[in-house]
């Protein structure tokens, strides 16, 4: 016998992201419009901060627009019939390309400092100061809109945690230009731009072996499958486990299979939803495919992988 869980876990998830929709949507225009405005000044400046900020700011952008897009595609059904596990990873593959631009951002600003070396760059302090003043105020505002969800939601919880990061790159940028502007040594905005550059690279890097692990399908962080295996195993009734498997499908939602062995005589519908309760308040695991085969049946062989 076999059996799987739906429990309420995704569609919860789906319904509350979609309820903070208008809080991404307003996020989203917001810190879009500031990402123009402030590559253009960046690049009529001729600060490297406002270019590195900028680039961040792209980064949140393409965040925002996966938030948005992963909580429209979720609640979408396959019409097609092939897509069997959906559309939920398309905020992975988002993801990914976030980290190829945060990437890039950081390898342009720091190509562009050591070009830099030896010459006097000309940086305007005045448009620096006015538009990371507006890049806080745009942040602050996104982080006060996007909190509001970000407990119930765990689209809009990243997308929270991205702004809130954005927002020590626009404090860099005030920085800068204060310095600039009361020593007049524009390798201030230079070794800051490094600075955001590097906290830009660094956050690429960590979210970037985020999403290897999901596409890899590794275990989930902090979810053991030998602890699984054994929490499995001490079911009454349950003899064995094989075949065990964990993954993460998207951010948020943890699936599982695994064989359950019992002997002869054993009530095997009771050991599906014992088993399923584990995976459920133990593991957080509202999808487990579960099937359930008695001792003596000799069909079943575990596979190599």
């Known amino acids: 016998m076999s059996g799987h869980s739906h429990g309420g876990g995704h569609s919860h998830g789906g319904h509350a992201g979609a309820a903070h929709r208008w809080r991404l949507r307003t996020a989203f225009v ?3 419009g500031f990402f123009g405005v402030e590559l253009v000044t960046g690049l009529v400046s001729g600060s490297l ?10 980064a949140d952008v393409v965040a925002l627009g996966a938030a948005l897009t992963a909580t429209r595609i979720a609640a979408r059904p396959d019409t097609t019939g092939r ?14 390309l976030a980290v190829l631009l945060m990437l890039g951002v950081s390898a342009f600003i720091a190509v562009e400092a050591v070009r830099r070396i030896g010459g006097t760059p000309d940086v305007a302090s005045g448009p620096m100061l006015l538009v990371g003043a507006l890049g806080l105020v745009v942040n602050l505002v996104c982080i006060v ?7 119930e939601s765990l689209n809009v919880k990243g997308a929270y945690l991205e702004v809130l990061a954005d927002t020590l790159g626009s404090i860099g940028v005030i920085v800068a230009g204060v310095m600039v502007a009361r020593t007049g040594n524009a390798w201030w905005d230079t070794g800051i731009a490094l600075a955001i550059a590097a906290f830009v690279a660094v956050r690429a890097i960590l979210l970037g072996r985020e999403v290897l692990v999901v596409l890899g399908q590794h275990a989930p962080a902090g979810m053991d499958p030998d602890r699984v295996a054994e929490a499995l195993a001490a079911v009454p009734g349950v003899s064995g486990v094989h ?21 002869d005589g054993v ?3 009771d050991v599906l939803d014992r088993a399923r309760q584990v995976m459920r308040t133990t593991f957080g695991v509202e999808h487990a495919t579960l099937q359930v085969e008695p001792d003596s049946h000799t069909g079943c062989e575990e596979v190599t992988w």
């Open 30 to 32: 917001l810190v879009a």
């Open 243 to 263: 075949d065990l498997h964990v993954w993460t499908l998207t951010s948020g939602m943890n699936v599982a299979t695994a064989h359950l062995v019992t002997a």
């Open 267 to 269: 009530d095997a519908h």
């Open 49 to 58: 901060a406002l270019l590195s900020d900028a680039g961040h700011m792209a």
């Open 145 to 151: 809109l996007l909190r509001g969800g970000a407990d």
């Open 83 to 96: 897509r069997t596990f959906g559309s939920y990873r398309a905020e992975v593959f988002a993801s990914g």
